[in-house]
Each structure stands twice: as structure tokens, then as C-alpha cells.
């Protein structure tokens, strides 16, 4: 069922400033080292009481619910990227039922998120929109949560302020993409394109028959009847090396090789749509192009020959599996896996930009969002003690050095002999790094670092 016609004007409502404005009002919290005031009313019970407000009328404080709301985008985002790291650890230990259980709920919290920043609070039958600063309004419909999260992620990825946030957020080079596609129109250019990934990044969270049917079989039914699902241990150590390969953050961007790969993925699209022939169909025809996006960022002439290079696939000539996994049915059981956590990643990369955006215009910083970030990487196990915000970026050398030695056994090892027994007793404890998707969020949600 979707949005009844006052719901759905309610998403077509939605007003960026709205949130800004609330998560602004946030610092005072803030600064005492929690997101929303002690006294919040919805800080516990939230669901009950709000239920139960609505019964009785109306929401009893529209500012406490409205501060939730703006507070839970980086928070629900977080909890995506711990999702997606136990989703990891299932897949590495042969658990591809386990694996796609947890990569849904990672793909459903980064929706939440990703709401979340735009106004939208998503609880259970009953949901909220923030329609001005501290304020709050019901939806007037009885939604359950996985099926509110896709209907309202699929009106309001086809708004103008979608694609308008996607071009903000991703930063190949440290540039958005409002600047690389200046010379086509900015950001409106890409506007049809993210509107087709937003919702393709989240097709899981349809409650069509057929998915729901699928995400059941993992989360509630025994494996083994009718047959058992195994993997391939070559295909996982494959896969999840590839993975984490994208999430490599640099100095401009928090998440460069993605970004990268999107504008590239832009750009070819944009050619076929304007010119009705594919880049490869008209190399030199795209070549020139691809020079008239570049020449009006002035980067050196080396720059712009690697830019040149790579954006007509000349090096790095295919686009991280990711990629066109997430693209792929998550009815065909062989890979949904792959494709499951593919699409998680990529939605909680959107969303981890638009809850930094938040921090950003709120003028926090990494010395002020420390409570969060430290206690965070504290429990979950990656360091002890206090870290300060310029020792962050070890966060991915743990990575890196983890990366290598993936190389190191699948060189050691024959693609027959790649099983889940060697990979556990061989990269134990290369697997804890492997599922700690924690940093991820921490370095992609800490500003200013």
C-alpha cells in the first residue's frame, strides 16, 4: 500500500532548512556530550509514547520528537555501518542466510537515516515529518516500518531536492558533483540519475510479496529445507576485499573511489541521454566531452591527464563489483548476498554525507562530536582509551594492512583451497578488522578531520 494523497504531499513538503534549523538547536546538547537534552521525552518508550499521543490527539512535545528526529540521522547510520560489518562476518564464516539477514537491516537503517536528515522520523504505524524548526507533524496513515521507509524514500527520491542533496554529497576529488557537471547544468543533470539510484540502492525494502518472502527465508526459516545454501570461500574472501577497497577515504573526499566511479557512471549516462550513443560507440566524440568537464576546473595538466584517462575508462576500466551487483535481483539466491550488501553500502555512503552535512552546518567539530566518536570506537573494540581526531586516519591503515594479507592467502592459496576452515584459522584476526564497519562511519561522520 502506498502513501495515501495527504502523506505524500507531506514528503513533497519536506523542507532541508527545516532540519538544519533543528539539528542547530542540538549544539547546546552537544556540548554537554549527548545529542538530545537529558529531560527528552522520547528518549525512551519513543514508539509507545508516541502511539499513544497520537491517540489521545496530538504530540505532546513537538520540540523533543523534532530534536529525535534530526539527531537520529547520524545515529541510525551508524547502527547501518555496524549491520553491515556483522553482515561481513556472517559472509567470511560461510553464512550467507545470516549475511543478507543483516545486510537488509543495514540497508534499512541507512534508509532511516538518510530520512531521517531529510525531516523524516520512520518509527512503527505511526511517523512524524519535522515542518519547521522544533516542530513536528503526524503522518496520517498506518504504515509498518519497512514499508513506510521505501514508499517515502521512493516520493522523495523523485523530488528535485534529492538529486540537488546527491550532487552536494558526492565528492570525487574533493569536488561535488553540482561543480564537475557546472558545464551541463550542475546538479539538475544528475538529478534523473539519482532518483534511479536512490531507488535501486533500496529496492530490498520493498514489501512487494516476492522480497518479503526472500528476507523471511533468511531471518525465520531453518537452512536446509528443502536444500542447504554454501558458499564458495574463493568468492567471499573475493568479494569482501573488493568491498572494502572502495571504502578507501583520502584527503578531499571521505569516500573518493565511490564517488569517483559515480561521476564516471554520470557522465557516460549523461552522454547516452543527450547524444543517443553509448561513450564506447563514440570515443572521440566522448572524449571531447569529457574535456569540456574538465577544462573549467583548472586542475595541472597531470591531473587532468589522469581525469582524462579514467573517466574514458582507459585505467580502472571496470567500476568496483559493487557496482553492478547492486543492480542485481535480490531474487536470484546465488549472489543476493553480494548484491544485498552492495546496496547497503552504497545508500549508507548517501547517508553517511547527509548526516556530515548536518554536522557541517551546524559548525560542529571533531573536538566536539568526541563523546560520540570515541565512546563508539571504544566499545566496538577498535582502540582503548582516548584518541584524539588527527589519529582517525589509522582507522584505515588498520585496513589496509588487513587488505594485504587477503592478498597474501589467496595468493598462498589455490581457489580450491580458499575454505572457510583456512580463512578462519588463517585471518582470525583479520576478520574482526574485516567486520568493524564502525570506522567507517566514525571517519565518514566525524567533521573536520
Same mark, same amino acid.
Given at each position: 500500500?502506498?502513501?495515501?494523497?495527504?502523506?505524500?504531499?507531506?514528503?513533497?513538503?519536506?523542507?532541508?532548512?527545516?532540519?538544519?534549523?533543528?539539528? +542547530?538547536?542540538?549544539?547546546?546538547? #552537544?556540548?554537554?556530550?549527548?545529542?538530545?537534552?537529558?529531560?527528552?521525552?522520547?528518549? $525512551?518508550?519513543?514508539?509507545?509514547?508516541?502511539?499513544?499521543?497520537?491517540?489521545? /490527539?496530538?504530540?505532546?512535545?513537538?520540540?523533543?520528537?523534532?530534536?529525535?528526529? =534530526?539527531?537520529?540521522?547520524?545515529?541510525?547510520? =551508524?547502527?547501518?555501518?555496524?549491520?553491515?560489518?556483522?553482515?561481513?562476518?556472517?559472509?567470511?564464516?560461510?553464512?550467507?542466510?545470516?549475511?543478507?539477514?543483516?545486510?537488509?537491516?543495514?540497508?534499512?537503517?541507512?534508509?532511516?537515516?538518510?530520512? *531521517?536528515?531529510?525531516?523524516?522520523?520512520?518509527?512503527?504505524?505511526?511517523?512524524? #515529518?519535522?515542518?519547521?524548526?522544533?516542530?513536528?507533524?503526524? +503522518?496520517?496513515?498506518?504504515? /509498518? $516500518?519497512?514499508?513506510?521507509? %521505501?514508499?517515502?524514500?521512493?516520493?522523495?527520491?523523485?523530488?528535485?531536492?534529492?538529486?540537488?542533496?546527491?550532487?552536494? #554529497?558526492?565528492?570525487?576529488?574533493?569536488?561535488?558533483?553540482?561543480?564537475?557537471?557546472?558545464?551541463?547544468?550542475?546538479?539538475?543533470?544528475?538529478?534523473?540519475?539519482?532518483?534511479?539510484? +536512490? !531507488?535501486?540502492?533500496?529496492?530490498?525494502?520493498?514489501?512487494?510479496?516476492?522480497?518479503?518472502?526472500?528476507?523471511?527465508?533468511?531471518?525465520?526459516?531453518?537452512?536446509?529445507?528443502?536444500?542447504? %545454501?554454501?558458499?564458495?570461500?574463493?568468492?567471499?574472501? $573475493?568479494?569482501?576485499?573488493?568491498?572494502?577497497?572502495?571504502?578507501?577515504?583520502?584527503?578531499?573526499?571521505?569516500?573518493?573511489?565511490?564517488?569517483?566511479?559515480?561521476?564516471?557512471?554520470?557522465?557516460?549516462?549523461?552522454?547516452?541521454?543527450?547524444?543517443?550513443?553509448?561513450?564506447?560507440?563514440?570515443? !572521440?566524440?566522448?572524449?571531447?566531452?569529457?574535456?569540456?568537464?574538465?577544462?573549467?576546473?583548472?586542475?595541472?595538466?597531470?591531473?587532468?591527464?589522469? %581525469?582524462?584517462?579514467?573517466?574514458?575508462?582507459?585505467?580502472?576500466?571496470?567500476?568496483?563489483?559493487?557496482?553492478?551487483?547492486?543492480?542485481?535481483?535480490?531474487?536470484?539466491?546465488?549472489?543476493?548476498?553480494?548484491?544485498?550488501?552492495?546496496? *547497503?553500502?552504497?545508500?549508507?555512503?548517501? =547517508?553517511?554525507?547527509?548526516?556530515?552535512?548536518?554536522?557541517? $552546518?551546524?559548525?560542529?567539530?571533531?573536538?566536539?562530536?568526541?563523546?560520540?566518536?570515541?565512546?563508539?570506537?571504544?566499545?566496538?573494540?577498535?582502540?582503548?582509551?582516548?584518541?584524539? *581526531?588527527?589519529?582517525?586516519?589509522?582507522?584505515?591503515?588498520?585496513?589496509?594492512? #588487513?587488505?594485504?594479507?587477503?592478498?597474501?592467502?589467496? !595468493?598462498?592459496?589455490? *581457489?580450491?583451497?580458499?575454505?572457510?576452515?583456512?580463512?578462519?584459522?588463517?585471518?582470525?584476526?583479520?576478520?574482526?578488522?574485516?567486520?568493524?564497519?564502525?570506522?567507517?562511519?566514525?571517519?565518514?561522520?566525524?567533521?573536520?578531520?
Amino acid at each position: 500500500m502506498a502513501l495515501n494523497h495527504h502523506d505524500d504531499l507531506l514528503i513533497h513538503s519536506l523542507n532541508g532548512a527545516n532540519v538544519e534549523a533543528t539539528f +542547530f538547536g542540538l549544539r547546546r546538547f #552537544i556540548k554537554s556530550n549527548g545529542w538530545i537534552g537529558k529531560n527528552n521525552r522520547y528518549s $525512551t518508550g519513543t514508539v509507545a509514547k508516541i502511539v499513544s499521543e497520537l491517540r489521545a /490527539g496530538n504530540i505532546q512535545k513537538v520540540g523533543h520528537l523534532s530534536q529525535y528526529v =534530526a539527531a537520529s540521522s547520524l545515529l541510525h547510520c =551508524a547502527d547501518g555501518w555496524s549491520y553491515l560489518g556483522k553482515s561481513i562476518l556472517a559472509l567470511l564464516r560461510g553464512d550467507p542466510h545470516r549475511c543478507r539477514h543483516f545486510g537488509y537491516y543495514a540497508e534499512l537503517r541507512a534508509a532511516m537515516s538518510l530520512l *531521517a536528515a531529510q525531516g523524516v522520523g520512520v518509527f512503527d504505524r505511526k511517523h512524524v #515529518i519535522i515542518n519547521g524548526k522544533n516542530s513536528v507533524v503526524p +503522518f496520517t496513515g498506518s504504515y /509498518g $516500518t519497512h514499508q513506510f521507509a %521505501w514508499d517515502s524514500l521512493k516520493c522523495w527520491s523523485a523530488l528535485p531536492a534529492s538529486g540537488n542533496m546527491f550532487a552536494r #554529497i558526492i565528492r570525487p576529488n574533493g569536488l561535488t558533483l553540482d561543480e564537475w557537471m557546472a558545464p551541463l547544468g550542475g546538479g539538475i543533470a544528475v538529478a534523473p540519475q539519482a532518483e534511479n539510484w +536512490f !531507488q535501486q540502492w533500496g529496492m530490498d525494502l520493498k514489501l512487494g510479496l516476492d522480497d518479503r518472502n526472500l528476507r523471511n527465508e533468511s531471518s525465520y526459516r531453518p537452512d536446509g529445507l528443502p536444500n542447504a %545454501w554454501y558458499l564458495d570461500g574463493k568468492d567471499a574472501v $573475493t568479494f569482501i576485499h573488493g568491498l572494502w577497497s572502495t571504502l578507501e577515504p583520502s584527503e578531499d573526499s571521505r569516500f573518493n573511489a565511490i564517488d569517483r566511479h559515480i561521476l564516471r557512471i554520470a557522465l557516460e549516462q549523461f552522454f547516452k541521454g543527450r547524444y543517443g550513443r553509448a561513450s564506447t560507440t563514440a570515443p !572521440q566524440k566522448y572524449q571531447q566531452f569529457v574535456a569540456s568537464i574538465l577544462t573549467p576546473l583548472n586542475f595541472s595538466p597531470e591531473i587532468e591527464k589522469w %581525469w582524462i584517462d579514467f573517466l574514458t575508462r582507459k585505467i580502472h576500466k571496470i567500476d568496483p563489483e559493487i557496482f553492478s551487483s547492486s543492480g542485481e535481483s535480490p531474487s536470484k539466491q546465488s549472489t543476493s548476498y553480494a548484491s544485498i550488501i552492495s546496496r *547497503a553500502t552504497l545508500l549508507l555512503r548517501v =547517508a553517511s554525507g547527509a548526516a556530515l552535512g548536518l554536522l557541517q $552546518t551546524a559548525s560542529l567539530t571533531a573536538d566536539s562530536t568526541m563523546f560520540w566518536w570515541n565512546n563508539l570506537g571504544v566499545a566496538r573494540g577498535l582502540w582503548d582509551g582516548a584518541k584524539s *581526531a588527527d589519529q582517525l586516519t589509522d582507522l584505515w591503515a588498520d585496513i589496509d594492512l #588487513i587488505l594485504r594479507d587477503l592478498e597474501t592467502f589467496q !595468493q598462498k592459496h589455490g *581457489a580450491n583451497n580458499q575454505s572457510f576452515l583456512r580463512v578462519g584459522s588463517e585471518l582470525g584476526s583479520s576478520l574482526f578488522g574485516l567486520g568493524s564497519c564502525e570506522r567507517v562511519a566514525i571517519w565518514s561522520m566525524t567533521p573536520s578531520i
